[in-house]
């Protein structure tokens, strides 16, 4: 059996594992300043805050003085413009997106009920999740993780994005530019602590972090985890000495271990199965698709 930490003793652990990796660097000399005017200068208030929150400064130097480092405008206004009740999720009804699915399980049967096993989670359950969120893996996103969630941290003044913004947004009232610009801050604090996250994940997993692609909002991997559970839920089910969520056997695993921390169990109410599922994504609209595909796709 492969084996997962419990959830509730993950966090201490990565604690004084992030300590040991990234502290180190903050206890050094630091450098005379120089260094850190390489760095973009959109980019040098937040550098400077990872060292100061203890990650080693030659580290974080290097990422952001990297040829493949971008800032992005866009990504701070799509995510306070994103509305998860415009989706279409009625996408993943279609036949041939449905066939898909059940041929996925037909190839990957034996990995499928080998965890389905060891966490409860229906192995229907977990490939309609997998359809819906990376259509089985086709689409893990078109930028790199990295720069997104770092455009997002730097991305808290109004100013610096609003020719981003919808047209309906250009013209509005002090009262409703505070709220944009409250929410603008709270999205770059989570922003932060996800970028945090990330860093952490590619370094004790001996991943490139620019090798991660991600979606619009930095969720990750064949299962779509931000980084924050990514460390919390991942799960090296192939035993290969890294969480990989690129990896099926690891994804699905992780996967599985997050639903049922939030809940899921044998003979589950379907009421209950959705409110498990909205832990994934706090949308009805998106729980319910799930639970139609995995219906759909059981039926062979």
């Known amino acids: 059996m492969t084996r997962s930490i419990p959830a509730k003793m993950v966090f201490p652990a990565i604690s004084a594992i992030f300590l040991s990796l990234f502290f180190f660097g903050h206890q050094v000399a630091a450098q ?3 260094a850190f005017q390489k760095i973009p200068t959109v980019f040098q208030g937040l550098a400077r805050q990872l060292v100061a929150d203890g990650f080693e400064e030659s580290k974080i130097i290097a990422l952001f003085t990297n040829d493949e480092l971008k800032f992005d405008n866009r990504i701070m206004p799509r995510k306070i413009t994103h509305d998860e009740t415009k ?52 689409y893990l996103g078109s930028g790199l993780a990295f720069n997104t969630l770092a455009s997002m941290a730097v991305a808290d003044d109004f100013e610096r994005i609003k020719a981003y913004l919808p047209s309906s947004y250009q013209n509005m009232s002090k009262k409703e530019r505070k709220r944009i610009e ?16 990330l860093i952490i994940y590619s370094s004790l997993n001996n ?16 299962c779509q985890f931000m980084p924050s559970n990514a460390l919390r839920f991942g799960v090296d089910y192939d035993k290969d000495g890294k969480v990989d969520l690129f990896s099926p056997g690891d994804a699905l695993a992780s996967m ?45």
Do not use: C
């Open 32 to 34: 005379d300043g120089t």
């Open 87 to 138: 989706l279409h999720y009625d996408i993943f009804l279609q036949k041939r997106r449905i066939k898909r699915a059940k041929q996925y399980i037909q190839n990957n049967r034996q990995l499928l009920n080998a965890i389905e096993k060891q966490y409860g989670i229906p192995k229907e359950v977990k490939v309609a999740i997998l359809l819906v969120e990376t259509d089985l893996g086709r």
């Open 182 to 197: 409250k929410r603008m801050k709270n999205k770059a604090t989570w922003a932060y602590s996800e970028l945090k996250s």
């Open 207 to 222: 991943i490139d972090i620019f090798s991660i692609r991600g979606s619009i909002f930095g969720a990750i991997g064949l």
């Open 256 to 300: 599985a271990n997050y639903l049922q921390f939030y809940g899921w169990k044998p003979n589950l109410r379907k009421k209950n199965q959705i409110k498990v599922i909205k832990h994934y994504n706090h949308s009805t609209p998106y729980a319910k698709t799930v639970l139609e595909v995995a219906r759909k796709v059981k039926q062979i």
